[in-house]
């Protein structure tokens, strides 16, 4: 494995000529096709007076058409094998990965599970422990109501020193996941928690858009717009939004 050379070399060979070159040179003839059709369309005034204008316009656009098919026909078969050949490769490896994680999937979950438990169960230790020094600081300030003296003092000096102990603990029962759930792993590595925020559609009707209208990407509210127009035709009916016919010349 170590010495292998990557597929792409293998296909493209390590002294073959650059891909620039090969292009330039297998497609000379259409390149100077290219630069005829376009010094004869700039020749041609784009001033437009009458049908006879239109209709030489027509020719040219026409023409450029074909050319345009027949190049990108010609991109199609030069770049096909190699989108394949991608396609195939990002495949064959797409499927090694898939078997790991299909393997680790049933462990995955379980370790999921794990580090839910343990994390709520360490949170509620310690919510118990907070409220139990509570508890205790309490009552040592309801001593220092009831006594006197030196008495009152000492009850309410160990009153604050509890409290002072409920405070850490209250503190530590908003331990994140990743410290409440933290092992070594033996090789390297520490088996750990994290947490994400998560979200589950309950009932997608009740979705209120306008507070997501930050979140839009122009891009999809145009292609959303687009979708509606296409149904709706000229009934679109859209606050903010024109919809309207729109004539180009079209030449076939």
């Not at 027949?70 to 078969?77: A, N, P, Y």
């Not at 409220?131 to 009152?152: C, F, N, P, V």
């Not at 033996?186 to 309950?202: M, N, P, R, W, Y």
């Amino acid at each position: 494995m170590e010495n292998r050379k990557p597929i792409s070399e293998q296909i493209f060979g390590h002294n073959k000529a650059p891909l620039e070159e090969v292009l330039k040179n297998d497609f000379a003839d259409l390149e100077k096709e290219v630069d005829e059709a376009v010094a004869k369309i700039k020749a041609r005034p784009t001033k437009i007076k009458d049908e006879t204008d239109f209709a030489a316009v027509g020719r040219l656009a026409i023409d450029a058409g074909k050319l345009t098919k027949r190049i990108d026909e010609l991109r199609k078969d030069e770049t096909t094998p190699l989108y394949n050949a991608q396609k195939d490769i990002k495949a064959h490896f797409d499927l090694l990965a898939a078997k790991i994680e299909t393997a680790v999937q049933p462990h995955q979950r379980e370790a999921d599970n794990y580090t839910r438990e343990k994390a709520a169960r360490e949170k509620r230790a310690r919510e118990e422990e907070a409220k139990r020094l509570r508890d205790k600081e309490d009552a040592e300030r309801q001593k220092a109501e009831t006594a006197t003296g030196s008495a009152a003092a000492r009850a309410e000096g160990r009153a604050e020193a509890i409290g002072a102990q409920a405070d850490a603990a209250e503190r530590a029962a908003n331990i994140s996941a990743a410290d409440a759930v933290r092992t070594k792993v033996a090789g390297g590595g520490v088996a750990t928690a994290k947490q994400s925020l998560a979200f589950e559609i309950t009932d997608y009707d009740a979705i209120d858009l306008n507070k997501l209208r930050p979140y839009f990407n122009r891009d999809h509210v145009e292609a959303a717009i687009r979708s509606m127009v296409r149904v709706q035709k000229m009934n679109t009916n859209l606050p903010g939004v024109d919809v309207r016919w729109d004539t180009k010349a079209a030449f076939r």
